[in-house]
């Protein structure tokens, strides 16, 4: 299977520029995996990341080594998001080194829909203290009351990068 950057670099080659700003104006969301590198997540990815999933989510320490926890997660359809806090450790690791991996796997069906995933992250402030409450309610079915203080939430939205689907 090509990837959509490999089919922008022939597609820039053959055809120039003007072609691909008129296939951005009518497709903008294939435009953004040109420019990103992103993948594109399918109905079933989409279903696994937005169903009652657990997820493992595995940060880089500063000496190389990996860390693991488990971690609530959704999807827009075009990233994905968790919500952790500063000045917890994967927060910490995540502002240091934006590379990131996932896993996530289907509750109702572990050995046939699980999702490796690689990607980059951003940390955002702004609604990370609704988003945890929106999890909350997702996961749990109550809102969330665990705010404790001296933390603040983050949401950190994940560029998928590579799925792998086992």
């Known amino acids: 299977m090509s990837s959509p950057v490999g089919e922008a670099d022939r597609a820039m080659q053959s055809v120039g520029p003007i072609l691909i700003a008129a296939c951005a104006q009518k497709e903008p969301s294939w435009f953004l995996l040109i420019l990103t590198g992103m993948v594109r997540l399918t109905e079933q990815q989409v279903r696994i990341l937005n169903?009652?999933?657990?997820?493992?989510?595995?940060?880089?320490?500063?000496?190389?080594?990996?860390?693991?926890?488990?971690?609530?997660?959704?999807?827009?359809?075009?990233?994905?998001?968790l919500n952790t806090a500063f000045p917890r450790l994967k927060a910490r690791n995540l502002q240091r080194d934006h590379r990131v991996a996932i896993t996530v796997f289907d509750c109702k069906d572990p050995y046939n829909e699980v999702l490796a995933i690689r990607g980059r992250v951003e940390l955002i402030l702004e609604g990370a203290d609704e988003h945890i409450d929106k999890l909350s309610r997702m996961y749990e079915g109550k809102p969330f009351k665990d705010f404790r203080q001296g933390q603040?939430?983050?949401?950190?939205k994940v560029t998928p990068e590579r799925i792998h689907v086992q």
């Open 51 to 81: 169903g009652k999933n657990f997820a493992t989510v595995a940060t880089v320490m500063p000496d190389g080594s990996p860390e693991a926890t488990v971690v609530w997660i959704e999807t827009d359809g075009i990233y994905i998001y």
């Open 152 to 156: 603040t939430r983050v949401i950190v």
